[in-house]
T-cell receptor, first 114, second 111 residues
Framework: DAGVIQSPRHEVTEMGQEVTLRCKPISGHDYLFWYRQTMMRGLELLIYFNNNVPIDDSGMPEDRFSAKMPNASFSTLKIQPSEPRDSAVYFCASSLDAGGTEAFFGQGTRLTVV | GEDVEQSLFLSVREGDSSVINCTYT??????LYWYKQEPGAGLQLLTYIFSNMDMKQDQRLTVLLNKKDKHLSLRIADTQTGDSAIYFC???????????FGTGTSLTVIP
């Protein structure tokens, strides 16, 4: 397996524009996590899915953020409208449903909102 | 969510040992993890420990777990410049299965 695949790797957009980040988890993994990493806040869990169902979205900062997982091999994180304070690295990770297994991370999407 | 705390920075000389510390709050966590993040990359698992263990050794890495104090440490022996990175401690919740990460410790190895 190629691991968790995120696209794009870098995104620069203007304030007010819609941004869509994409993630393909490792095949067979039951859990998918979206994290945001900033210098100020470190690594924050935004939302996670189990078997394509959102379990906890309490980390999503505002209504401008939404995430979907239409099937087991694809998830999106959308920001609409984007703001400069959304600039961060967004990571997607996936995991099996078993206590000892780790979360496998994608390479991240570096988002810059100008 | 659960709190996982780490110091932000650590600087050591090449060849010395590094010790990165972490405290966590969820006493029900059965697995605790150490991840490494190199610049511009995602997080990669270094090692993990099951909560009924108090030590795990893997080559230059030693993980110590004090479950009573909820304290986890990662010791890197003979630290090399290639070990310079950010190290994250994490716990996996027993209730929701999500992973909680610490703030990360930035390790700088001075040649």
């Amino acid at each position: 397996d190629a691991g968790v695949i995120q696209s794009p790797r870098h995104e620069v957009t203007e304030m007010g524009q819609e941004v869509t980040l994409r993630c393909k988890p490792i095949s067979g993994h039951d859990y998918l996590f979206w994290y945001r990493q900033t210098m100020m806040r470190g690594l924050e869990l935004l939302i996670y899915f189990n078997n394509n169902v959102p379990i906890d979205d309490s980390g999503m900062p505002e209504d401008r953020f939404s995430a979907k997982m239409p099937n087991a091999s694809f998830s999106t994180l959308k920001i609409q409208p984007s703001e400069p304070r959304d600039s961060a690295v967004y990571f997607c990770a996936s995991s099996l449903d078993a206590g000892g297994t780790e979360a496998f991370f994608g390479q991240g999407t570096r988002l810059t909102v100008v | 969510g659960e709190d996982v705390e780490q110091s932000l920075f650590l600087s050591v000389r090449e060849g010395d040992s590094s010790v990165i510390n972490c405290t966590y709050t969820d006493s029900s966590s059965t697995y605790l993890y150490w991840y490494k993040q190199e610049p511009g990359a995602g997080l990669q698992l270094l090692t993990y420990i099951f909560s009924n263990m108090d030590m795990k050794q893997d080559q230059r890495l030693t993980v110590l777990l004090n479950k009573k104090d909820k304290h986890l440490s990662l010791r890197i022996a003979d630290t090399q410049t290639g070990d310079s990175a950010i190290y994250f401690c994490a716990e996996r919740s027993n209730t929701g299965n999500q992973f909680y990460f610490g703030t990360g410790t930035s390790l700088t190895v001075i040649p």
